[in-house]
T-cell receptor
Framework: SQTIHQWPATLVQPVGSPLSLECTVE??????LYWYRQAAGRGLQLLFY??????ISSEVPQNLSASRPQDRQFILSSKKLLLSDSGFYLC???????????????FGSGTRLTVV | GEDVEQSLFLSVREGDSSVINCTYT??????LYWYKQEPGAGLQLLTY?????DMKQDQRLTVLLNKKDKHLSLRIADTQTGDSAIYFC????????????FGRGTSLIVHP
């Protein structure tokens, strides 16, 4: 069966420090991968998505970047965190686009980031 | 542009039915989804409905779709305290990349 792992679960970082959040998927090949941010526990903002290794689409220009070094690995990074980067970050995957959309997203358990 | 709207809060008594409503603007939406998010966790897909369906029932959950009014609802029968969560409505279109549009979520609070 497919599983998605996201870590760390909680992170407190000072302003100006770097960030690296990792997400990996198991049990599937060539997934579409996504990073979402949920600010103040409400709403979902799509940050990045990837349909393949090295292919990253950015939805919102900001202080963050994403990379996909391997088929089932998706990394969210920042060189210098801002206070406004605080939030709940969710990784998700879907089957490749040729598969029916009915499967929906499978989300990771999220990372609570607090920038202080 | 695409937009999905939901009311932010719903409070019900345990054992009653809950109805969470959602409206969307894109008439070419093909799939409509309901996700559940428990506190501090990721989202879990509860159910989905194709746009050519009017209703779908799955145990205590009933999804109703009114395509004319672009209105989607989720009914939870015999609501339990464990149903307390944020419920997100989402819609996507067939073809192209799969990027659903999410509503802001409805917080369901179930009182004993």
């Amino acid at each position: 069966s497919q599983t998605i792992h996201q870590w760390p679960a909680t992170l407190v970082q000072p302003v100006g420090s770097p960030l690296s959040l990792e997400c990996t998927v198991e049990g599937t090949s060539n997934p579409n991968l996504y990073w979402y941010r949920q600010a103040a526990g409400r709403g979902l903002q799509l940050l990045f998505y990837s349909v393949g290794i090295g292919q990253i689409s950015s939805e919102v220009p900001q202080n963050l970047s994403a990379s996909r070094p391997q088929d089932r690995q998706f990394i969210l990074s920042s060189k210098k965190l801002l206070l406004s980067d605080s939030g709940f970050y969710l990784c998700a995957w879907t089957p490749a686009r040729t598969v029916t959309h009915r499967d929906g997203y499978t989300f990771g358990s999220g990372t609570r980031l607090t920038v202080v | 542009g695409e937009d999905v709207e939901q009311s932010l809060f719903l409070s019900v008594r345990e054992g009653d039915s809950s109805v969470i409503n959602c409206t969307y603007t894109d008439s070419s939406s093909t799939y409509l989804y309901w996700y559940k998010q428990e506190p501090g966790a990721g989202l879990q897909l509860l159910t989905y409905i194709f746009s050519n369906m009017d209703m779908k029932q799955d145990q205590r959950l009933t999804v109703l779709l009114n395509k004319k009014d672009k209105h989607l609802s989720l009914r939870i029968a015999d609501t339990q305290t464990g149903d307390s969560a944020i419920y997100f409505c989402a819609e996507s279109m067939a073809g192209g990349s799969y990027i659903p549009t999410f509503g802001r979520g409805t917080s369901l609070i179930v009182h004993p």
